[in-house]
């Protein structure tokens, strides 16, 4: 799984580790380090930067909602790759209007590459129990369904 968005969800994710391990690491040092690790494409460092900020900003909230569903366990206890990549998916989830299924996904792609054997059964169980109702009851859009006219999206 190569996709920027996937490649801008795994810088979000070293950065959120970092800033998880290192307190008073600066937004500017964060933003610059993602801006040489996305290689300066503009489009995915604006995504990879939502992402972050937006995590970032929410964490209480966040943290509260992941606590309330994982039962016994701590946050302080979780290994910091698995707590992170839950956060991100968290975020995702309550946040955005990212399908819960591509959320899931991307959140077990970056459990199985950072994390350990059991990172991604751990944070999808977790995410799981935070998908909102809302995203489960909604009606899929399928690929076939989309108006594909270049004509339309060249004007956007």
């Known amino acids: 799984m190569s996709s920027r968005r996937h490649q801008a969800r795994e810088v979000v994710l070293q ?75 968290a975020f995702e989830l309550l946040y955005t209007d990212t399908p819960h299924p591509v959320v899931i996904d991307e959140a077990l792609e970056l459990a199985k590459s950072f994390g350990s054997a059991q990172s991604a059964s751990f944070v999808n169980g977790i995410l799981d129990k935070l998908v909102p109702e809302a995203k489960r009851t909604a009606v899929p859009v399928k690929a076939d369904s989309i108006e594909t006219d270049p004509e339309a999206s060249a004007k956007d």
């Open 15 to 89: 950065m959120l580790f970092q800033k998880d391990l290192n307190p008073d690491v600066s937004a500017d040092m964060i933003r610059e380090q993602m801006q040489e690790m996305l290689e300066n494409n503009e489009q995915n460092c604006r995504f990879a930067w939502s992402l972050f900020a937006g995590t970032v900003e929410s964490l209480k909230a966040i943290d509260q909602k992941i606590e309330s569903v994982a039962s016994n366990w701590k946050l302080s206890r979780m290994p910091p790759t698995d707590r992170n990549a839950i956060r991100l998916g």
